[in-house]
């Protein structure tokens, strides 16, 4: 009797066993093959002239309703699209946009100039976008602009909105009307490979601009805008910025901070391993000369070469770049920043320049190993209401 028990016994745990392996071996929904939309199969033309705007929401909309991992495929050519929003939330974390062509936005700006963006993702979990490239054919409303003409605000070639988990990896953004690529609101958003291209004329064309989002990577990227090439907006923390190429530019900056009295600050930022060439600026923190609540901390830049950059270093609290400018002392409240191997050439003779609030003075600004030239002669530095320290190498000699 007992030996019976235990062969019964024994069969069902083989039983089990051998359907445990069965389930172990078949694929789950997350990990199966991904199905894929091709844009062209849903109607897209690769012209460069007849709009494909349905055909890449339909692929959009199949592949964020599917429950399992999805693909939208762009192939070569070039397809025209309108403006477009691709708004989450999916039935599935897995959908990637694989782009081997591009995106051309209309060359009329007035057809998507008031829409704010041109294309736009928003709302989504676990997207990735790899390769391709968006050209917003802005030349004509950076004209438009340039002869203080009545125009659009300009749209935005890409923006990101109120998602997470997001990659953008090999993606070009070319003349965009407005800023090339916006990230706001959200978390955990990593930018590898990213290539920027337009004039340095061109106006309002921030490369990327980070806002009230948490957790965004930026690497291994080349930027050359009218503007800035990575802007850093209120309530952003925890950013990674690393080797990046930026010129043309206004170079990297966080702000401008403080045009609200009620705004959230910006903290725990690295920026290294930068080269700005020919730039308005290197690594500068901008704030608005009014009251506000508003505040720069815990901000390191490392490991950066200047060449020929009109202002290497700068903080500057009375930002104001165009008339009506505020009178006021800036509120909001600088601290923390160290400025470690910094070195290069200055296109002006003040290469470092600290123009802090009167009523709340820029505090623990650290300066170490710091070498920039003008001229080839020594360059020198300004200092206002600025406190810290320096050591190391310190060229030009430190005003702190």
């Not at 736009?120 to 790899?130: D, E, K, P, Q, R």
């Not at 503007?227 to 206004?250: K, Q, R, T, Y």
């Amino acid at each position: 009797m007992a030996e019976l028990i235990f062969n019964t016994s024994l069969n069902y745990l083989i039983l089990a066993l051998g359907i445990f392996m069965l389930l172990s071996e078949s694929p789950s929904p997350a990990n199966a093959a991904s199905v894929q939309y091709n844009v062209v199969s849903l109607g897209a033309k690769a012209d460069g002239k007849t709009d494909s705007s349905k055909a890449f929401l339909s692929a959009w909309v199949s592949a964020c309703g599917s429950t399992s991992a999805a693909t939208v495929y762009v192939p070569q050519g070039r397809f025209l699209v309108q403006s477009a929003s691709f708004n989450g939330p999916c039935k599935n974390s897995a959908v990637t946009v694989r782009i081997d062509g591009t995106l051309v936005a209309p060359s009329n700006y007035n057809l998507n100039g008031n829409t704010g963006n041109w294309i736009i993702l928003s709302h989504v979990t676990g997207v990735s976008v790899i390769g391709g490239t968006l050209d917003g054919q802005g030349k004509g409303l950076w004209a438009c602009k340039l002869s203080r003409k009545s125009c659009p605000s300009g749209a935005t070639n890409l923006e990101i909105s109120n998602s997470q988990n997001v990659l953008v990896s090999g993606l070009s953004s070319l003349n965009s009307q407005m800023f090339h690529i916006v990230i706001n609101a959200c978390q955990n958003v990593k930018m590898q490979g990213v290539k920027v291209s337009a004039s340095g004329t061109s106006p309002n064309t921030d490369g990327i601009h980070i806002g009230a989002s948490t957790g965004v990577t930026i690497l291994n990227s080349k930027i050359g805008t009218g503007d800035d090439c990575v802007s850093i907006g209120p309530g952003s923390n925890n950013l990674w910025i690393e080797n990046i190429a930026c010129g043309p530019g206004h170079g990297i900056s966080i702000g401008s901070l403080g045009k609200d009295q009620q705004e959230d600050g910006v903290q725990n930022v690295t920026v290294k391993t930068v080269t700005f060439t020919g730039t308005q600026n290197g690594v500068r923190i901008k704030s608005w000369a009014r009251s506000s609540n508003s505040f720069a901390r815990n901000i390191l830049f490392q490991h950066a070469t200047m060449n020929n950059v009109q202002n290497p270093i700068i903080i500057d609290q009375n930002y104001c770049p165009d008339s009506g400018c505020p009178s006021q002392a800036s509120g909001v409240r600088v601290s923390d920043v160290t400025y470690q191997d910094i070195h290069g050439t200055s296109a002006t003779e003040v290469a470092v320049k600290f123009d802090c609030s009167s009523k709340y003075p820029c505090t623990g600004i650290r300066m170490q190993d710091v070498k920039l030239t003008y001229l080839n002669q020594v360059a020198t530095a300004s200092c206002a209401h600025a406190g810290g320290a320096a050591s190391g190498t310190e060229q030009p000699a430190s005003c702190l």
